[in-house]
């Protein structure tokens, strides 16, 4: 259920889209978006204390999660793995819902100063995309899968705002040939670790590797700054 800050803010983004072709994620588009959502200054402020970066941030993951929306909707229990992913990346890009927001949102990630945010965001999208489909891997994997397809994700996002095709067909082929790409990878690196000079090669690195782990999934906590919804009160 959205919380009253989930409400504040997805109304502020809404206000904001209209303007953003234009002005771009900018302080111009916060205000802008004030004024049009009706919210009060002082609650804008509140949900999004840095302004339309914060709406920047907050379009994309309401982009991952209208993903999981739509994939979970699907029968995909059949699909080879490969093919999940692909679906998934497919659903994650069919889901935007304005093209200029995510330009703008590209270019303004792309600043030395906002990089290491935008890089978080696509792992996020990455890390949604194997929740999604059920990945289980609790070790090095569960990094190393995140970080090939947050690779992987990055450059269809990149190829797909330059295509200009009616039906999407060479944004499809690229991602079946990266995908491609990985999953030639992955051959290769199974040939080597089932070999005995492989075997060999790896045993002291693996043994290393084997000891990394996924980080564990914390339960959401109401911390000093944060709000949480009190339980509903009993009639006594």
Known sequence: MP????????TLLDAAL????????SAET???????????R???DAVAPRGAIDLAVAFHKAGDAAMTAAYRREDTGHLKIRDKITRA??????VITDREAVQRGTTMFALPHHAAEGAQLIWGTADAIWSVIGDTSTDVNWYTKRAILSGVYGATVLFWLGDTSEDGTPTRDFLDRRIG??????????????SALGQRLMALPNMLLGQ?????????????????????????
């Open 89 to 94: 990346v497919q659903l994650r890009l069919e």
């Open 30 to 40: 916060f205000d802008a978006a004030v004024a049009d959502s009706g919210l009060d």
């Open 18 to 25: 209209p303007h953003v072709a234009f002005d771009g994620w």
């Open 212 to 236: 990394i782990r996924a980080p564990a999934t914390m339960p959401p906590v109401d911390l000093p700054g944060q709000f949480s919804e009190p339980p509903p009160q009993r009639d006594t």
């Open 181 to 194: 790409d990985v999953m030639q990878f992955e051959k290769v690196k199974a040939q080597v670790n089932g």
């Open 42 to 44: 002082s609650v804008a």
């Open 3 to 10: 919380t009253p800050v989930d409400t504040a803010l997805t």
